[in-house]
């Protein structure tokens, strides 16, 4: 997906959100699989200036459903997971995911399928859910993306920091 594609489809899919939560997921030894983290890293001030009390950040790391709580007393409308999953392009690209249709697909790092996560999270709740799957170029021990990750996770932070803004 292009970063206009991405603006605009996420533009679309927040339309109508009261209380946005979005979830960075990853190991940050791993390589590219820490570009989950890294974005809702630096997507932290947003939430906490207060300029936007409607919008939070959660960072799930390897086991987001330890934050499972932290979430449900923010009770968001709309949840954004971001995580690095092979989803067959090449690395950097990113595409949203049902999470209906992750019962295959293959995310890296997590203590619990993510689906069982997701379900959770939706049954408690109520909220709308996607996965913004970024595809990895390398999940070998690293403390630091490649560069294809990296210009993702500047690009997709960017986008994101827009379209929050405007939410």
């Excluded at 790391?61 to 934050?67: L, N, Q, Y």
């Excluded at 203590?111 to 170029?137: D, K």
């Excluded at 994101?160 to 803004?165: A, D, E, P, S």
Aim: with cysteine.
């Amino acid at each position: 997906m292009l970063p206009s594609a991405l603006k605009s489809d996420l533009e679309k899919r927040l339309a109508h959100a009261s209380r946005i939560a979005v979830i960075g997921i990853g190991s940050e030894l791993r390589g590219d699989d820490m570009a989950g983290m890294l974005i809702a890293r630096k997507l932290l001030p947003l939430a906490s200036t207060g300029r936007n009390p409607a919008f939070g950040v959660f960072l799930g790391s390897t086991a987001p459903e330890s934050i499972t709580g932290e979430i449900r007393q923010f009770n968001p409308t709309h949840i954004i997971i971001i995580d690095a999953a092979d989803i067959g392009k090449s690395p950097g690209e990113v595409e949203f995911i049902d999470p209906e249709s992750i019962e295959g697909a293959s995310f890296s790092t997590h203590m619990m399928p993510l689906s069982i996560v997701v379900r959770y999270i939706v049954n408690a709740t109520g909220c709308e859910v996607v996965i913004l799957g970024i595809q990895p170029e390398s999940l070998e021990f690293s403390e630091t993306p490649t560069p294809a990750i990296q210009r993702a996770i500047d690009e997709i932070t960017g986008i994101f920091k827009g379209v929050l803004h405007n939410t």
